[in-house]
């Protein structure tokens, strides 16, 4: 596997990567997260993974030469307030389902925990959807994440997510 910085060129891979993962969810029943709608369909998603790859933070996994993952580091979401010490935190994560299972997200947060070292952090944050069965939240615990608080954005319930290093 190896990861590496996104670009905009990557945009179409990391969209599919979201859709896979839209009708994987949406299969299951578990709409609440991101809804049953391709992102690809979105124009404000599309802007969104757009923007993402145009900001430097973007990082794409690979497998056999294939875009497997992404992931996106910064500053936290509009809707979470900033820590009080200086943090790296993890914006989105997004696996294609062709990989499953691959441990493709555990490289990519790893890759999160060594870019905040060498930037000098000592907190990685992430946030995610916190509700339906809660197997998210469980995810990013198994990752070494810990819970830090629970918010609402509209009708969408978080959790947010901490981990020292």
Avoid: N
Avoid at 37 to 51: G, I, K, N, Q
Avoid at 83 to 109: C, H, K, N, S
Avoid at 128 to 150: H, N
């Amino acid at each position: 596997m190896r990861i590496r910085i996104g670009r905009a060129e990557d945009v179409p891979a990391v969209l599919a990567m979201y859709d896979s993962a839209v009708a994987w969810l949406a299969a299951a029943g578990r709409t609440g997260q991101w809804g049953a709608s391709p992102f690809s369909a979105d124009p404000a998603r599309v802007e969104l993974v757009t923007s993402h790859a145009a900001a430097g933070g973007m990082r794409v996994a690979e497998v056999d030469g294939r875009a497997a993952g992404c992931m996106v580091l910064g500053t936290p979401m509009s809707y979470i307030a900033p820590a009080p010490e200086p943090e790296l935190y993890v914006q989105a994560l997004v696996i294609d389902r062709a990989f499953a299972g691959r441990a493709v997200g555990t490289a990519l947060l790893r890759r999160a925990r060594q870019e905040a070292v060498e930037l000098g952090v000592s907190l990685l944050r992430v946030d995610c959807y916190a509700g339906g069965d809660g197997r998210l939240v469980k995810y990013y615990e198994s990752q070494g994440f810990t819970r830090s608080e629970t918010f609402t954005v509209g009708d969408w319930p978080g959790q947010l997510l901490e981990m020292r290093l």
